[in-house]
């Protein structure tokens, strides 16, 4: 044991029995040996195979037993037993891990599923073997590299000859002493073409995709280095009003993990939800039914607010190069990788080149050996030396060696290495039965096809990325199908506010008189609904005010005036007061927003007088400046006693503004005369094309500027139209909508539809006439078979369209405004033809006659004066309006 210095004077050494171990230094030693074998040998993969040593023992093992058949799971792990020194439970859980990613094992049996959490079978039960693109790009003994396993009986590689970035489309995470390696899965088909561009010395850019699919923030991916991020959500969709329903997982989240994390939130009261069931089959799914009175909207935000729904990876490239941890990026890991594969298939070409010249050189020695009888010229030698030579001494009128220079005159066929005592053994060791039934013929075919084969390698040497680029393009179309993006990518999420999509979990009460507010003051003046995470705001009598976060019960001060929940970065909400000042004796008036503060600190909205108070008070949650009217005292010498006063007239300021007089007489009270209109304008809103999310950052699609009591009027491709308010937690599906914006009562919806009753394609322009707001509406015929072909809310919309008459084909035009009027929504139109069409689009603005153009190569009766219709002839009519072409 070691002692200090201080105990017995020994300086870090030890006696035993008359002799010194010096142990100082040893602890580093041992320390750095062991921090060196872990992230080696166990936590962090090699950039060569991006494999770790179990991962590349099992893959050896499984390789070595491969014979196209499965093999039990539990024999796999035995045979690897052999080049791993650590138990069966390792071995088999990175089998199982390897085998659930699909790529380079094919899997029989139970493995478990990664999107539930469910393990696998026992290793007796479950079977495996290597894919075929497994056996294509990870395994050749002869580019390998080898190295004595463990206890020296076996020979293991190195690394694999891995012919693709498989770190990169599997992804990996480890933990090591003093570092971790995260490294997000990619795309297949993504790597193949990226591999493809850097062989082509184009600049790339990889993102991961998850095999869970999900939606994936990728704006500080940073290229997957340490201090980078992503954000990764679930995908939900809306079944119905009290129904939603998730169809793909985030990464590394479970079905189990993310039902819990569901049920978490809703013991916080974080969201309302009545019950949460999982169905999840061959698909993911995980249904949540709402309480009623829930917008499902601001449930969904919610989810992605408080529970696994949406999270955070940190991703952290780091890989083993040289023997040395690095940390780098997914897009230099690719480089590297697509150089150690061009560098492989180098490998492979010279070994290729080199088996065929030799197949060459022998094929050739044996056509001369035979067809010029040389085996005659041995029949009376006496010793295998003497074989030797003569057989020598034959060749070389018929073959010139490197050593010979032979010219440009010498017809004698040209090897390109030296002749060995080998090639003589194995031209002695031909068989009778060869010579006799020597066939010259085919003897120079196979040479020749050896030459063309010689010649297409070295073609391939000559031209080594145009063949590693084939390679790629050949990985692709074998193994790429099915393969595609699953999971989708976005450009940014938009920031959820909590407070906005937190549930209603608790209520505000407030005790004005005595100065309390609180969730626990039940007996006393109930204030609204609110969530335990909210801060309220507390205005007073004396001109002050404060916020503070809700608790049961908290004290503010005494004469509460106005409480309610804050919001922070609320720019609409306006105050308009009047407050004396208890010096002058002056009336002032000040409109103002409270947008930031310091938590539990009194702001003083008057000048900070003693005595000064407020006579009027208001909240205005759309910046309104209403009409008061003012009495000054009776006693007062001011001649006009009772006026009007604008809060319009003001403008908004900071809170600390003392604000505009507004009488230097006593005042006996402020009462309200009338309410005003906004005066901060129009809010103007955007829609995110991607999450389908209203939002006042100017990202997306612009709907318009909204005030008070506008509305958003959406199309969906189902024939529905829906009015909603410009509510900022609303969220709308965007894989459904055909038009989004601010409603106009005027203006005119134009569609052209399928009606399933009569089986007609029809017209129908119509404003909407509806005012009820969350209610689709559908404008159709109410039929299942009634289909939306085409709708605008342009003034005049002019389409293009196509249909099949006896066989024809037929092309038209027509402009919508022209070919009828406008009639109420729930009008069926008029008939544009009595066939579905099967083609519409819109076609540029114009004013003039429709055509009819046959596009078959048949011919069709014309209702107008008997005549044939033939390809390319057009028919002009003007259009009527009465709805009928045909």
């Known amino acids: 044991m070691a002692t200090s210095p201080n105990s017995n004077g020994t300086n ?3 006696h035993t029995e008359g002799h010194v171990v010096t142990i100082s230094g040893m602890y580093e030693n041992y320390f750095l040996d062991y921090a060196s074998y872990v992230i080696l040998e166990r936590a962090v993969p090699a950039i060569e195979d991006g494999l770790k040593p179990v991962q590349r023992r099992i893959l050896h093992a499984m390789y070595e037993k491969d014979d196209g058949r499965y093999h039990k799971v539990a024999n796999i792990i035995g045979n690897t037993m052999q080049y791993h020194p650590h138990g069966d439970a390792a071995i088999g859980d990175a089998l199982v891990n390897l085998g659930q990613k699909e790529l380079l094992i094919d899997t029989q049996g139970n493995w478990g599923d990664y999107r539930t959490g469910d393990s696998a079978a026992a290793s007796r039960y479950i079977e495996a073997r290597l894919t075929k693109f497994a056996l294509e790009v990870a395994f050749n003994p002869q580019t390998t590299n080898w190295a004595l396993s463990y206890d020296g009986r076996k020979k293991e590689p190195v690394s694999l000859p891995m012919k693709f970035p498989l770190i990169l489309a599997q992804g990996t995470d480890g933990i090591a002493v003093g570092l971790s390696t995260k490294i997000l899965p990619h795309n297949f088909i993504e790597l193949c073409k990226a591999s493809i561009d850097i062989l082509k010395d184009k600049k790339v850019k990889i993102y991961p995709d998850f095999p869970m699919g999900g939606t994936i923030d990728v704006t500080d ?18 079944a119905d009003k009290n129904l939603i329903l998730i169809k793909e997982l985030p990464y590394s989240v479970t079905t189990v993990s993310l039902a819990e994390s569901i049920s978490k939130a809703v013991e916080k009261g974080q969201i309302k939800i ?43 490239a780091c890989i083993i ?59 009376e030698c006496e010793s295998w030396e003497e074989v030797v030579a003569v057989i020598y001494r034959e060749l070389r009128k018929y073959v010139a060696t490197p050593s010979d220079n032979a010219g440009a005159g010498d017809k004698r066929l040209k090897l390109f290495r030296e002749l060995t005592d080998d090639d003589i053994t194995r031209l002695t060791e031909i068989r009778i039965k060869r010579i006799s039934k020597y066939n010259g013929f085919k003897a120079d075919e196979l040479i020749e096809k050896l030459i063309e084969e010689l010649e297409d390698t070295e073609h391939h040497l000559a031209h080594l990325t145009e063949y590693a680029i084939a390679y790629f393009q050949n990985l692709l179309e074998k193994y790429g199908k099915g393969r595609e993006r699953r999971t989708t990518i976005s450009g940014g999420f938009e920031t959820i506010q909590i407070t906005q999509v937190v549930a209603n979990n608790a209520k505000l009460y407030v005790d004005r008189k005595e100065g309390f507010i609180g969730m626990g003051l039940k ?24 916020v503070s976060k809700i608790a049961d019960k908290t004290f503010v001060g005494k004469d509460i005036i106005q409480v309610d929940v804050w919001k922070k970065g609320d720019e609409r909400t306006t105050y308009n007061l009047v407050y004396l000042d208890g010096k002058s ?25 003693a005595n000064s108070r407020l006579l009027y008070f208001s909240a205005n949650p759309n910046g309104e400046a209403e009409l008061v009217t003012i009495a000054l005292s009776p006693a007062c010498s001011a001649r006009i006693k009772v006026f009007d006063y604008a809060f319009a007239d003001l403008e908004i300021k900071g809170r600390s503004s003392q604000g505009n007089i507004v009488s230097k007489y006593p005042v006996k009270k402020v009462v309200m005369k009338e309410a005003g209109q906004s005066t901060i304008g129009a809010i103007k809103i955007w829609m995110d094309e991607v999450s389908g999310r209203l939002n006042t950052d100017e990202r997306g699609k612009y709907l318009g500027a909204f005030d008070t009591g506008d509305q958003v009027m959406c199309l969906s491709n189902d024939g529905t139209y829906e009015l909603t308010d ?21 203006q005119v919806v134009n569609a052209v539809y399928f009606d399933g009753n009569k089986e007609w394609t029809m017209v129908k322009r119509f404003k909407i006439e509806t005012s009820k707001t969350g209610e689709k509406f559908n404008y159709l015929s109410d039929h299942k078979n009634s289909r939306l072909l085409f709708v605008s809310v342009k003034e005049n919309p002019r389409i293009h369209y196509t249909l099949k008459i006896k066989g024809n084909k037929l092309d038209g035009e027509v402009s919508l405004g022209e070919f009828m009027d406008v009639k109420g929504w729930k009008a069926l139109g008029n008939k544009l033809s009595d066939q579905k069409l099967t083609g519409v689009k819109e076609l540029a603005e114009k004013v003039g006659s429709s055509k009819l153009a046959v596009g078959s190569q048949q011919s069709a009766e014309s209702k107008q004066e008997g005549d044939k219709l033939h390809t390319g002839d057009t028919i002009e009519f003007e259009v009527t309006g009465q709805g009928k072409l045909f």
């Open 221 to 238: 991916y940073n290229g997957g280095q340490r201090g980078g991020k992503v954000k990764v959500r679930a995908k939900i969709e809306k």
């Open 274 to 316: 009545k019950k949460i069931d999982d169905n999840t089959a061959a698909e993911v799914e995980i249904s949540i039914e709402l309480m009623p009175g829930t917008s499902p909207d601001v449930a969904i935000d919610a989810l992605y607010a408080f529970t696994d729904c949406e999270i955070s990876i940190s991703p952290n």
């Open 321 to 379: 190069v040289d023997n040395k941890p690095i940390f780098t990026t997914a897009e230099e890991i690719l480089r590297i990788s697509t150089e150690n594969t061009r560098d492989l298939l180098r490998q492979e070409l010279e070994i290729k080149r080199h088996e065929l010249e030799e197949k060459w050189l022998f094929a050739s020695l044996e056509k001369i050996f035979i067809e010029n009888r040389i085996y005659h010229q041995i029949e």
């Open 585 to 609: 004796g002056v009336s002032k008036a000040k409109r103002f927003n409270v947008t930031a503060i310091t938590r539990d600190k009194e702001y003083d909205l008057t000048m900070g007088n």
């Open 726 to 746: 410009f509510d900022l937690t609303r969220r709308y599906d965007v894989n459904t909508l055909l038009h989004i914006g601010k409603f106009d009562p005027e």
């Open 12 to 14: 870090g050494h030890t």
């Open 523 to 546: 007996k006393d003046e109930f204030v609204c609904d609110c969530s335990d995470i909210d801060e309220i705001i507390v205005f007073r009598k004396d001109g002050k005010f404060v």
